[in-house]
């Protein structure tokens, strides 16, 4: 049957109408049209939803409710046309409550409404034509109840469907709007206002790119960032790629320190942050600040940064070719001994660094004698040229030290 959401109905799951059920709805299909306004005025009658709503129009609400009518005494008395499908008006009622946004159980108790506008007009007509036909009206009522529960079924199965199209569009034009964002699209002024319609953002919000890449290999997708930022108050719209996700996120009036809070708490990976910005028109820059961000950070440790944090680190990683360039004209041949006589070396200097450049705090922190400290330095001078003891030497061998 076309025009059928999965898992709908067929007409087969309904038994054939009964001869007296036949007899009196061929009679009242004729009726059909005026039985549709007794079906729209018991609904704005008794549907607090259908009276006091803008989202049905006057004119869409007597078209369904026509609609629906004919379609359920076509059923009942067997006169559904070869080729139409004796759900399309349930479905089209359902695509269009869903598209407008109108509440899934009100639609489901209009079809109930309609139940009672048929049944009473079949009583009606009964008492008029066949008064002593009471046993056969019992089975006729079954029939009645059972095709309005089909029907609410297909209803909301197509409901249900409709709504989930809707979601996933509005999930993909969002995400398009984001790419087209962080592709530099804000310059052109009728996407930009487009983004911020969208996206809900404003011209002057205050904005930060974040870039995340998660810790764990997953069969299925991470959880997104967004719940534990919105727990905070922080929207945030997201864009997850193959090895990494995008967030766009509207700060506003919160500090950074909140931000990096939330997303220490909810992010099991690496992120780099750009700087905050008000609009969008630095937005692309400010991705690729946020990516060079995680590109600099240590890959034994997940580690959220901002772009103020790396400054040295992302001025070094953003020019690989540089940076290599900078750690093998530093190193020298000190990158080619074994690891077990390399790697202490590079420790020592690099914990020689941060403790600045005491010798007696980078032993005790590494737990062995100064003099050993003393040795490696020494060593390091000889195999690399690089004086210790001067400042255009240190800052080279520090650049080194953030090449990863």
Not at 378 to 387: D, V, W
Request: one cysteine or more; proline letters at 7%; charged letters at 25%.
């Amino acid at each position: 049957m076309p025009g059928l959401p999965p898992g709908a109905l067929s007409p087969r799951s309904w038994p054939d109408p009964t001869p007296v059920t036949r007899e009196l709805t061929e009679r009242l299909l004729p009726r059909a049209e005026e039985l549709g306004v007794v079906l729209r005025d018991a609904l704005l009658e008794k549907s607090a939803a259908y009276l006091g709503t803008d989202l049905v129009p006057p004119d869409e609400l007597m078209r369904s409710c026509r609609d629906n009518m004919v379609r359920s005494l076509q059923t009942l008395s067997g006169q559904i046309p070869t080729d139409s499908d004796p759900f399309d008006a349930a479905y089209a009622t359902a695509r269009g409550r869903a598209e407008a946004g109108f509440p899934l159980e009100d639609l489901l108790q209009a079809y109930r409404i309609g139940a009672e506008v048929i049944w009473s007009a079949i009583l009606a007509e009964s008492r008029q034509r066949v008064p002593d036909s009471i046993d056969d009206l019992l089975d006729s009522a079954a029939q009645v109840m059972h095709l309005i529960d089909l029907m609410s079924v297909a209803a909301a199965d197509a409901y249900r469907t409709r709504e989930l199209e809707l979601k996933r569009r509005h999930t993909e034009r969002r995400q398009a709007i984001l790419d087209g964002l962080l592709e530099g699209r804000a310059a052109d002024p009728e996407f930009a206002a487009e983004a911020v319609q969208v996206l809900g953002l404003s011209d002057q919000a205050r904005l930060v790119i974040v870039v995340v890449r998660h810790l764990e290999a997953h069969s299925h997708p991470p959880d997104s960032p967004a719940d534990g930022l919105a727990l905070s108050g922080l929207a945030s719209e997201w864009r997850l790629r193959a090895d990494h996700e995008v967030g766009l996120v509207t700060l506003n009036d919160a500090p950074m320190s909140l931000l990096l809070k939330r997303l220490r708490a909810s992010v099991k990976g690496w992120v780099g942050v750009s700087d905050p910005f008000v609009g969008l028109a630095d937005i692309a820059t400010e991705f690729r600040m946020a990516q060079m961000v995680l590109a600099s950070l240590p890959e034994e440790t997940p580690t959220v940064a901002t772009f103020a944090d790396r400054l040295p680190e992302v001025l070094i990683t953003g020019n690989r070719p540089v940076a290599v360039r900078i750690r093998e004209r530093a190193f020298g041949p000190l990158l080619g001994l074994p690891a077990d006589k390399r790697d202490p070396l590079l420790e020592t200097i690099d914990r020689w660094f941060k403790n600045n450049r005491s010798t007696s705090d980078t032993a005790a922190e590494m737990h062995c004698h100064r003099n050993t400290i003393v040795y490696r330095l020494n060593r390091i001078e000889e195999l690399t040229g690089c004086r210790l003891d001067n400042a255009r030497d240190q800052l080279l061998l520090r650049l080194a030290l953030m090449v990863r």
